[in-house]
C-alpha cells in the first residue's frame, strides 16, 4: 500500500493485505441517509479489517434528463459530507466536475473523484492537483487502460503523486457497458493504485425514458472477479432503499447485501495474495 493510503487510513485498524473499499450513496440526499450508511458501513469494515473512504457526491452534473435531481446545494452538501467523516472519523471523497470546484471541494474532502467524461480535462485535472488531495480518476467509456498513463502525467506534472485510477467498463453499443479486465493490470503499471467500480460498470446508459438503468444483481460478479484480477480497492455505492434513490438507484446495491459480499470478498483476496 502506499504512503498516500497509509496516512489517509492512519485512524483505522485493517488488514494491510486487504483491498480498500470506496462505498456510500451515489448523492448527498439528506443526513439521515449519510448517517445510516456509514454506521452500517464502517461497523463492517471494521469487524472485516478492510479500509475504509466513505463516498457520496454533493451535486450530480452528468444527469441523463433534465428532470433528474442534481443536488441539495453544494456548501450544504459539502458540510453534511465532512460531518459524516469527522463524526465516524472516516476519510471521505466526492466528484468535481470544472476546475473552480477543486478549491472548495478540497476544504472538506480528502480525495477529489474525477468523473469518467471528465477524465481527459487538463485543467480539472491540473486543478485537483493543485489542491494537494488524493486525486481519483475512473477512467472514460470511451478509453483503453494504457490511455489513462496521460491523466496519471497532467497530475504529475502539476506537482501531485498522489493518484488513483478507477476502472468503470466500456461502452458496448448505445445501452450498455463491458468490463475489461486486463485494464486493472495494465493501469497498475502507471505505479498507482486500481480500483474497481462495481456499480458504474453496470449501468445501462442512454435508455429512451430518460433515467439509465442497471444490473445490480451482477455486482458480486463484477466484484470477486476484480479481487481475483488483483484490484487494489473496489467502488459500491449502496443504499437502503435503492428504489426511492434519487440518483443511480437502478445499479446501487442494497445496504442490506453489502456485509455479505464484502465476507466473500475477503475470502477470495486471501486466497490470491
Known amino acids: 500500500m502506499q504512503k498516500f ?26 443526513e439521515e441517509l449519510l448517517f445510516t450508511v456509514a454506521e452500517k458501513v464502517s461497523g463492517i469494515c471494521k469487524n472485516l479489517g478492510i479500509p475504509y473512504i466513505f ?5 450530480k452534473a452528468n444527469r441523463t434528463s433534465e428532470k433528474s435531481f442534481t443536488g441539495i446545494g453544494d456548501e450544504k452538501a459539502l ?35 474525477i468523473p469518467a467524461f471528465l477524465c481527459r480535462q ?47 467498463g466500456s461502452s458496448f453499443g448505445y445501452t450498455d457497458l463491458v468490463v475489461d479486465y486486463r485494464n ?10 486500481v480500483i474497481m467500480d462495481c456499480t458504474h460498470s453496470l449501468q445501462q446508459p442512454n435508455q429512451p425514458g430518460g433515467v439509465t ?4 444483481a451482477m455486482i458480486g460478479t463484477i466484484a470477486k472477479a476484480a479481487i481475483a484480477a488483483g484490484t487494489d480497492g473496489i467502488f459500491i455505492e449502496t443504499h437502503p432503499d435503492p428504489a426511492h434513490a434519487l440518483s443511480d438507484g ?8 453489502i456485509e455479505n459480499l464484502l465476507q466473500q470478498l475477503v475470502k477470495i483476496r486471501r486466497a490470491v495474495v
Open 55 to 59: 463516498k457520496s457526491s454533493y451535486r
Open 184 to 193: 486493472i493490470p495494465i493501469m497498475q503499471e502507471n505505479k498507482v493504485p
Open 5 to 30: 493510503l497509509k496516512d489517509l487510513f492512519k485512524d483505522q485498524h485493517y488488514d494491510e493485505s486487504n483491498f480498500f473499499l470506496i462505498a456510500g450513496p451515489c448523492v448527498i440526499e439528506n
Open 79 to 113: 458540510e453534511l459530507l465532512y460531518k459524516v467523516g469527522q463524526h465516524f472519523s472516516l476519510p471521505v471523497t466526492t466528484d468535481i466536475h470544472a476546475h473552480e470546484e477543486a478549491a472548495m471541494a478540497a476544504k472538506y474532502a480528502d480525495v477529489l473523484q
Open 250 to 257: 437502478a445499479n446501487m446495491l442494497h445496504l442490506d447485501k
Open 213 to 216: 438503468g442497471g444490473n445490480p
Open 122 to 168: 487538463t485543467d480539472l485535472l491540473h486543478a485537483a492537483a493543485k489542491t494537494g488531495k488524493i486525486v481519483n480518476v475512473k477512467k472514460g467509456q470511451f478509453l483503453s487502460g494504457a490511455s489513462m498513463k496521460f491523466a496519471v502525467d497532467k497530475i504529475r506534472a502539476a506537482g501531485n503523486d498522489k493518484i488513483m485510477l478507477t476502472e468503470r
